[in-house]
C-alpha cells in the first residue's frame, strides 16, 4: 500500500499489469471464465442493495435505453429494469462476464430486455444508439486520468441530448472523510487501480469531456450518482 501510495503511476494505470489482482483482467482485456463467475458472484453480493436503491430513487428522465458498462453481474441493470418497464438495458464487460452475468439476466426473467456487448472498454469503440450510460463503481477502480478517458469515450458514444450516471461513493472535498468512503478509497489503492473520487473531481472530468448540466445527488448510504447531459 504505501509503495503504491507513493509511486502511483506506477500501479494505476490501466495499461500496465502485473498479473496479481482481478483488476487486472480488465488491463488485460480478457477474463478467464472461473475468474468471471467468482468476480460476478462478489461483485453481486457487494452491489445487490445498492442496484436495487438506485433504481427506486434515480429519474431516468425518459431514458428507453441504457448501456451499462462494467456490468459486472448486472445487477444494476436487472434492478432498473425491474423498476422501468419500458428500458431496455445492454451490459457491456469483457466476454467472460457477459457471459456470467447472462446467468443472474436469465434467473430473473429478463432476457427479453436485458442483452450483452462483448467489449473491451479501454481498446474498442463503445455501441451507439443508447441514450443514457451508467458506470457504477467503474471509475474508482483507475486513477484520474484513465477515469477522464472513460468519461471522454462515453460522451463519444452518445447521442446530444444523452446521458451519463456515475454511481459512485463520493469523497469530501478535502479528501479526508466520511471515513467510510476514505477507508473504501484506501480498499480501491489496495484491491484495484484506483481511489474514490470527490464530487468536484467527478464534475471536473465530466466538463472537460463536454458534458453540462452536472449534478450530484445522493442515492443510498454514502453513495450518490453524478449525472452529466451531452
Not at 500496465?16 to 483488476?23: A, E, F, L, V
Not at 418497464?85 to 447472462?102: F, I, Q, V, W, Y
Not at 456487448?117 to 444508439?129: L, N, S, T, V, Y
Not at 458514444?157 to 466520511?178: N, R
Request: net charge negative; with cysteine; hydrophobic share 45%.
Amino acid at each position: 500500500m504505501l509503495e503504491t501510495v507513493r509511486a502511483p503511476e506506477a500501479a494505476t494505470d490501466w495499461s500496465r499489469t502485473s498479473g496479481d489482482k482481478p483488476i487486472d483482467a480488465w488491463s488485460h482485456g480478457e477474463i478467464a471464465p472461473a475468474q468471471a463467475r467468482a468476480m460476478a458472484a462478489y461483485m453481486n453480493a457487494n452491489s445487490l442493495l445498492a442496484a436495487l436503491v438506485l433504481a427506486r430513487r434515480v429519474e431516468l428522465g425518459g431514458c428507453k435505453r441504457l448501456l451499462d458498462v462494467g456490468a459486472g453481474s448486472g445487477c444494476f441493470s436487472i434492478a432498473l429494469a425491474r423498476a422501468n418497464p419500458e428500458l431496455r438495458c445492454t451490459l457491456m464487460d469483457l466476454k467472460g462476464m457477459g457471459e456470467a452475468a447472462s446467468e443472474y439476466v436469465r434467473a430473473s426473467h429478463l432476457e427479453s430486455r436485458i442483452d450483452t456487448c462483448p467489449r473491451d472498454m479501454f481498446r474498442q469503440e463503445w455501441p451507439a444508439g443508447y441514450d443514457a450510460i451508467l458506470l457504477s463503481n467503474i471509475l474508482h477502480d483507475w486513477d484520474l486520468s484513465t477515469a477522464a478517458l472513460l468519461a471522454r469515450k462515453a460522451y463519444d458514444a452518445l447521442p446530444a441530448g444523452g446521458q451519463i450516471f456515475l454511481h459512485e461513493m463520493l469523497l469530501d472535498d478535502s479528501h479526508d472523510g466520511p471515513p467510510t468512503a476514505v477507508a473504501f478509497s484506501f480498499y480501491m489503492l489496495v484491491g484495484t487501480k484506483g481511489q474514490q473520487f470527490t464530487a468536484a473531481e467527478l464534475f471536473s472530468m465530466l466538463g472537460d469531456a463536454g458534458f453540462k448540466n452536472l449534478l450530484v445527488t445522493p442515492v443510498h448510504g454514502f453513495y450518490s450518482i453524478v449525472r452529466g447531459e451531452k
